[in-house]
């Protein structure tokens, strides 16, 4: 082909081209004032398919394309056939050292592309499928109804500012348009949108800047799955603990159950660790939430206990009053027939606890009608009450920050 | 030999035939008009090694035949022994430049091949086994009965559709069976069919337009561990926690009982959290399979304390007003040595609640035969109806949704 | 090195020997008829470091051997200090391009050796240590005392029949005591032997044939662990269930005894879906066994609560009828202070279900001997014997497929 | 571009650059004595991603910037154009072999720059992104409040001490400033500082030594989760085993909460086993601390069961002995109506441990008011403060050694 | 420098010494007979990041010191500014092929270094670290008390013992000191020595030898944690479950409280699952141990079942004989005015099993004074007294085995 001719692709020391980075540049500009080539860079994302909390990355799926001008390598379309675009090797030309700052893994997603378009203007245009795995600083606070913002880093990786500038081609909106059209894979994230702005950075030496093109990237996590088998599950515990109270007191379901309730906030408590990394300044609200809840049923959980000691306590007093008393009458009565008393007394005491106030009001009806059972209810009572204002108090700070930030 | 040195394989500057990306098509068309040239693929499947719904990727084998016509190298098979297939070192000649959109990675399973098949007509054939991971938008809805379908899209990376024309070799049908007969290695996954159809796509730049085509691959879940594994065994919670209704209400078994079912249930969840990604739009039904039984369950522990604890109230009441009566009768019938009914009474409360009623029945033979447990009973009873109800209606909708679509 | 010079491995255009992939076979019989050129190959299994049975894919350590003939490279020994064989580097020399259809992943164990050995008689050997990853079609339908047969299919990517043909250097029985002598590392898989077969296929293209040498591996699983982790601790649990029913009915232990044996088994079978994948046909036994023996603890914890309904359900009704009974004697014993029966009665009642019958056969020896407790305990009776028999017979069965076979 | 043709760049045989290492230092010291050639090397720490405990390995990605002076490649900027710096393949010039000691894994994060730059004054700098995989021997003795220094040394592979002299080019405060400024992506670490010390190694032969910079990066666990999800549900479980001891001894409650408790401290140690390696010297205190609970516990269950057995052993011989009393009472009382006594005793001896004291002082009025359940009692309360001390003992030092330190 | 161009280095056919294996060694030995080139090597062990048990695989860091010598490439110091050692390209000189037998991974942990070490008497020094993975045949018959013994071959790949002959460097003890100093990081493993021993094998074919040098490599691994977190707990529960023996038999804990330690004991066997490979011969001790302690409790639960079933049965019969009795004294003694006894009789059943004895004695003062309860009780503590023999016999040969061999 005389076009392949033309351009002297077919010489070995075809290396000028290969070699001399900035010589479009220079060429047109043979002065001591130059002009920076501009590479024209169009980033989409077509995949995200992991966000690891624990290690802070991200691995997206990118398409790359990046064009650039060669004013060496022009050719008039109408001499050869109107050819207008040319695909040609890509080690035959200077390629722009593009490098991903914050890329700690950067890999071709398929078959790297050995070679390179060229239109007829002397605009080359590469074109790159990277499966990409940056670092991005993120922000679990509000986990899982969290946005992280993923910065993606162009820039040259030795050329100043003064001989290459990196921008945009297309606009931000267009990329998240053409992003989110492209059959877009999200698994768990929503792609908000794409950003992109330009900035500088003395990276290599202070001596001289180098040009950066910042791509932005909004995702948004879906919470769904979460929701239902983190935040919903601990939830329903915690209500079951507050229903809790009412199981009869003395029976020895209320405490098993609440310890297996405790048990299994513990579980899921574990299961976040595994998720989440350890942060300092802003836990987890998630972790708070689990953490908070945790406590609480344990505090409801020593003060059952501690009811349940005073209720003994005082029933062990009674008791021995109560017989003190029987006794007395005992002595006053034996020979009377009257044992029934005593034996109802008894019997009423294995009947749990709730229907001893009324044994005893009527047992002890000459004497003070105090109600010894009376004070470890009412301590339950108050806690119980202090408990709900607390959840709801607590959970309604949470749900604000969480949520409604 | 001769066909070697025929072909011109043994110069040094043989480089024409590598870099000439084109050379064939233009050379039989050195007009203004050409033609694109053909390239012939065949994809076959012939491992699904791994779907991970989770980053929504598919890693398969794939064998990929290449095939195009590069008139330059033919030969007449008569001059050289008959020979009518030669193999040479890929590298010698231009080989397309065909990507896969899709994929993140793209490696080759076994040794690259260094030769590809030469025809004596012309004809240039190469052949590859690939491991594949690639993006693969999944639907995961039905899960575990859901089927999938993931593309492969085939491209050139630079050459526009004026220049390249992807064309499948066989067709589907033939590329189904032979994908099947190949002894397919399948692990949980049943290969449904492979579709293709060609397309276009304007990606590099708006200018021109690039030759697709895209593999269609349909694959189908075996559901049968998923089911013996996760959905029985939760429906069997349901059942046993519906059943549960019948144990005796006043035991510290039933709860206890109903607690235990529904941790296991929320340790289910914890696993389809590991298993499915979180998505917003259709929730997997088996998360709201497995939401709202726990739910159910969680309705039904409510129900159960609320009801044990209008019991025990009332059985408070009763006391009260029962130790009254006796009292009354106590003081009529002291002296008439009539202590037992009173001690049946207490030891009745003992020994449940079921045989209360007959019990009150008895004692009170002379005031109202007002049953104070019976209204419990009622709510207990109704609750059990509507959920019943509610269950059935939810597994009925469920099923239709999740299986008979 | 006079051999060095003389083999003209010191000239720069030795690429002739690289090149020419067939010029052994074709310069000694440069006539219309020619012989395939024979690569002998052996491949020694030195580890299996993985079986993945959900991906379906083996994880071997193999030694390659490959040998064929090059009569281009030949010397007479007496003439060279009597060296009979020389390395020289490998991409001096045509070497046979055999790919493994099966991997998905060939890597090499070690550094990979630059160099052939050649023979004065022209013989060229190849040493390769390679870390492979192959499918493997595994039936799991007997795990863990299951045999597997994978396939290791060496085959040239693009020679035909008549130009490459494959053969096994040594024959299948010295490789397998050869691979089982090496320090064979098995981890939990044991070598039975390999297989080695010829086969030709029409892989690229249907005109023309391609030989292959397959390599069959049969591995034998050793059960010991998973016989000890799982079936073992299953088939306690099974045993446990049946032994419950001599548990005493009316405690509240049974339940949660019968409970708590069914979540362990519900645990056992996640584990289960973690190792095995889901498979239509022939569904793993273990599998099998598993959700039997759930759904048979989980029949028998619903037999066990519907037991204790009737149960509970006829003593409210005895209740009734002896109350009824004791209140009739009371109103005709009344003033013979005969209240003891009655006492009796209530207390007997608490002291479980067992000693009922003979209570009520004291306390109603005047009227009908009828034992209302006895319907419930012949249901149990004949559901343990029911129960035993199913759990025999399934057992029996489950053995003979599962071992036996 | 003159500058280029000036250099001699766009000659094929510039491989004298390339080839001799240390010539820009041979050349202006072309005596017998001659000074080693400097390497200044910079280390930013951009992001640690992964810290792995039972692999004792850290993973982070570190911008590298490596500078050396080339004295053969030097111009006067006045004379082109006033450029200043100039980017160059790096395959022309001579790279110094700057390895990573304790790395067993260094990629490129991102696609290594194919340039170097050049500085007029003969002075070059190369630019990398790695993703470093070094060992790091951690100590774990008081994780997870734990601080870990790992080293990366550079050092060269071959050239001694007298040729390369490795220093580094900003000072460590600058490092860590910049370090940190630089968005530092750190997960679950805090970096404290880099520091960085100049050493000499005898590492190839022992004829010569080699230079050697070490950056010491210290940083420190973020320990917030850790407590949250372990230390302090631990806690709250040990606090309720001490609670129970208030729980009635005589209810199947206290021991089967006891025993919960033990097994979710077992399953919080499994936990630690995942996270940390066995180590032998200096065990992690949270391993410690868990074991020291769970035996805590343990010992504390065994308590509880010997305790109860005592409490039934007298409570079976009073039995006795006070049956022998009514008998004898019995015989003497009988036909003075005096029964409900001894009702009174068993039913005492149903209603709890608690109130059996009291029971007894009124039923053995008469004989010596020795209090048969007042022995386990005091062991129980002995046992209390004895455990209770431990514990503040053990947690007080264990904090201090923990924290404090 | 003189040096460089002395040594010949500047020219591109420098390829003699690059492709004449054993040119240095033919070349002093001109005749027939000639000596193998010794290759020293020093393999030193940096760090232990990984013993997989399951794959039976190790990961190290080594650094590996090759030394050689090669005629060609002398030079007098004294000519040369007393330099006395050069590095130079690697690729310009022939390379000895080493390669690791049993290496299923060798990768370089830092950069490969370009260079190798010249000594001005002709002998050569290559340096690399490599992160090796290697195949080890493991005995985990003692885990975690084991010690495994991990060779490292090193053998040429193609050379036969008459060409190559492989030597160590320095010696063991030598190796083995310098690797423990030299920081060693160990992780979970105690490097106890390194031996070094030379072999030859008949690998290629059977016409020739090769020289082997066979790193040992024993570790020990530190089994702190294994001891901490499964032992430990395993063997309280053991003790638990011995000392609830000690239960009340008839309390519902009892039962309950056995089915939770085994359950707990499972829990810990599946994590050994997921530790050590399923092996024939000789079963991990530690699976032995867990499974022997599982089953102990299994039959422990099932004596515990029969027991109670035993006393239920007799408390049955029991019954009826006292009742029966009862009645007749009730025919003899109506009108007498005893009701208490049998009043006494069923409160006291209630009471537990443990007054039992007692209390039929008393009832039964003129009957025979079969106690029924004695023959279960007989049976338990028979039981009680094997079971403890059994388990310290069982403790004592596995611990002797175990940790005393």
């Known amino acids: 082909m005389q076009l392949f ?50 290690a802070q990355t991200l691995t997206t799926q990118v398409k790359m394309i990046t064009g650039w001008s060669n004013l060496n390598v022009t050719w008039k379309p109408e001499r050869f056939c109107n050819i207008t675009t040319f695909a040609a090797p ?190 300092n300044t802003y836990l987890p609200l998630i972790g708070v939430y689990c953490c908070a809840i945790f406590c609480l049923m344990g505090i409801s959980i020593l003060e059952t206990i501690f009811v349940n000691y005073l209720m003994a306590k005082r029933a062990q007093k009674r008791t021995v009053e109560t017989t003190a008393t029987v006794s007395e009458r005992d002595d006053g009565l034996r020979g009377q027939q009257n044992p029934p008393d005593s034996v109802r007394d008894q019997n009423e005491e294995q009947s749990g606890t709730l229907d001893r106030c009324g044994a005893t009001q009527q047992t002890q009806r000459e004497k003070t009608s105090l109600c010894w059972t009376r004070e470890p209810r009412i301590i339950d009572w108050t806690f119980l009450v202090l408990y709900v204002i607390t959840v709801i108090v607590f959970l309604s700070v949470l749900g604000k920050v969480w949520i409604g930030q």
């Open 5 to 54: 001719e033309y351009l002297g692709l077919d010489k070995e020391d075809s290396q000028n081209s290969r070699m001399w980075p900035l010589i479009f540049n220079y060429e047109h500009a043979n002065t001591t004032a130059y002009n920076p080539s501009i590479i024209y860079v169009d980033l989409y994302v077509t995949a995200i398919t992991n966000v690891n909390e624990k």
């Open 90 to 279: 890509k080690d035959m030309f200077w390629i722009p050292d593009i490098t991903i700052v914050e890329s700690i893994k950067t890999e071709f997603g398929t078959k790297e592309s050995p070679n390179v378009l060229l239109f007829s203007d002397g605009y080359m245009v590469s074109f790159e499928i990277l499966s990409l795995t940056t670092t991005c600083k993120m922000d679990l606070h509000r986990f899982p109804f969290d946005n992280q913002t993923c910065n993606i880093t162009l820039q040259s990786s030795v050329y100043p500012v003064e001989e290459i500038d990196i921008q945009a081609f297309k606009n931000a909106d267009w990329i998240t348009i053409k992003s989110k059209d492209n059959n877009l894979v999200q698994g768990e994230w929503d792609l908000l949108n794409i950003k992109e702005h330009n900035s500088t950075t003395r990276d290599l030496s202070e001596s001289h800047e180098m040009d950066q093109l910042i791509y932005q990237i909004n995702i948004k996590r879906k919470p769904n799955l979460y929701v239902i088998n983190i935040i919903v599950p601990v939830f329903f515990f915690l209500v079951l603990d507050v229903i809790s109270f009412f199981i009869d007191t003395s029976g020895a379901d209320k405490l098993s159950f609440k310890v297996t309730l405790l048990l299994s906030i513990s579980v899921m408590m574990l299961i976040l660790k595994d998720m989440l990394p350890s942060t």
